[in-house]
């Protein structure tokens, strides 16, 4: 800028870098796409797996979307906010972490040319934004299939599905049914409402040892506990369960308490006061006559005895997400203060209570219960990290059943859908006018991306086979033709039995293209700058030097 004097002047200071227009715009593409490149070998049965090793030396193994862009750090701007849409991906859905990143990428991708051609961002965000309304359209009113929820084998079709392009795959109908038996046992129907909490009250224990063989879930808890006392009882048939949330001990005075002694007897008298307050305590415990007591806090020894005596077992200091779990189960109330304890908190709607040794470890077993609305999935396997990624492809698994549970409608998979909804965009993007009809087609060309990638990560020649699926699809009635992820040639979805959660598919479409419109919006990128250096010189961290892109 400069003044009237010809002297310049400064808006910003003069430390801060910024970049602006076009250059932004390429530079924020090249970044998405790099991200893309990252995770797109993890789509399909083919899929890779990545290693990533974290600054404390720990592995992930893993070929879930989410899980490897969570580990990598990154520098750039635009390929942060990349990162995050597969976290909204996992959070929303919990499935297509992969393919929308690598949607997102290439929908970016296809932008290039119409920046290049001085094409203005707003016009190709409005030709997005149709684009989209238009697929969301396809997805449910022409592609969706509905499914009844009693259908178990079609159901287990779909997990399936999600379950083959992981490592668990090799041991899908054991997964299917656990995903689809964790969800069934979480579900809540009340008044239309339905509320599927998989989070909160379907555990996953992980356990080593043991084969893949032996995972299950259980109809109730397991934890990770021993009784309190080695003399209480390990085993008992329909226990009557009491948990409470307040600690069976003494309670200390809050600040420094001073007493004085004058009589020998007064410290006798001291200690009996805090023997009646236990006393006070188990005696309401008692009378309500329970065979276990699970509380969150901790239980004083003098407790133990007089519980003992009344011949209760006691686990101490649950966790808080457990004791919740536990009351689901067995249908008990926690209750905060001893003295408030009625018949109708107490938990009767478990079959048994028993603690196994697992390895070297105790585990303590609620089991047998009646309806209950929580349960723990066992997972045994060789080794740890075996487990954890067992266990990030379980999530995905019961994540597919409970949005089916939640939507009951499908779409093929295999890429056939993109196909199909890539065919239907381009019928009408010749019902469009002016220049929009061009980033309207790009849209359309961008969603052959999830089946190429198939076809790649398989190792088959690419362009023969996109070009006479493209000609599968140019006739009608071929909508679920796509991609047979494990070798590559053209197949019919329906045969092969490769369904999705509409659910899914609608949002990785959202938010693929929501994204590529966030990142086209863009043309200025200002970085502040950091702490000054010990040279004088200042620190920018927004940019990426070549040093970084090298690491």
Known sequence: MMSQSGAPILVLNANTKRKFGHKVQLENIAAGKAIADVVRTCIGPRAMLKMLMDPMGGIVMTNDGNAILREITVQHPAAKSFIEIARTQDEEVGDGTTSVVVLAGEILGVAEQFLEQKLHPTVIIRAYRQALEDMLDFL????????????????????????????????????????????????????????????????????????????????????????????????????RIVLLDCSLEFKKGESQTEVEIVKETDFTRLLQIEEEYIQQICSDIIALKPDLVCTEKGVSDLAQHFLLKANISVLRRLRKSDNNRVARACNATIV?????????????????????????EYFTFITECVNPKACTILLRGPSKDILNEVERNLQDAL???????????????????????SQSL??????????????????????????????????????????????????????????????????????????????VKSQVYKT????????????????????????????????????????
């Open 336 to 360: 905060t203060r001893t003295d408030e304890l009625r018949e109708s908190h107490v938990g009767t709607g478990a079959g048994q209570f028993e603690i196994k040794k697992i390895g070297d």
């Open 399 to 421: 994540h597919v059943a409970k949005n089916i549970m939640l939507n009951p409608k499908l779409v093929s998979g295999g890429g056939s859908i993109e196909m199909a909804i």
């Open 512 to 551: 693929a293209i929501e994204t590529a419109i966030l990142l086209v919006r863009i043309d200025d990128i200002v970085s502040g700058t950091k702490k000054r250096g010990d040279d004088g010189q200042p620190k920018t961290s927004a940019q990426p030097t070549e040093e970084s892109m090298k690491e």
């Open 140 to 239: 449910d009113k022409e592609y969706s299939t509905p499914l009844s929820l009693d259908d178990e084998p079609k159901l287990i079709e779909v997990i399936k599905s999600c379950v083959g392009t992981k490592f668990i795959g090799r041991w899908s109908d054991l997964a299917c049914s656990i995903a689809l038996n964790a969800v069934k046992t979480v579900s809540i129907r009340d008044e239309g409402r339905t509320e599927i909490d998989i989070k909160r009250y379907a555990k996953v224990e992980k356990v080593p040892g043991g084969a893949i063989e032996d995972s299950q879930v259980l109809n109730g808890i397991m934890l990770n506990k021993d009784v309190t006392h080695p003399k209480m009882r390990r085993f008992i048939k329909n226990p």
């Open 426 to 503: 381009v019928k009408k993007s010749a019902e469009i006018a002016g220049v929009t009809q061009w980033p309207y087609k790009a849209v359309a060309q961008a969603l052959e991306v999830i089946p190429r990638t198939l076809l790649q990560n398989c190792g088959v020649s690419t362009i023969r086979t996109m070009t006479s699926l493209r000609a599968k699809h140019a006739v009608s009635g071929n909508a679920s033709w796509g991609i047979n992820g494990e070798t590559g040639e053209m197949a019919d979805m329906k045969d092969l039995k490769v369904w999705e959660p509409i659910v």
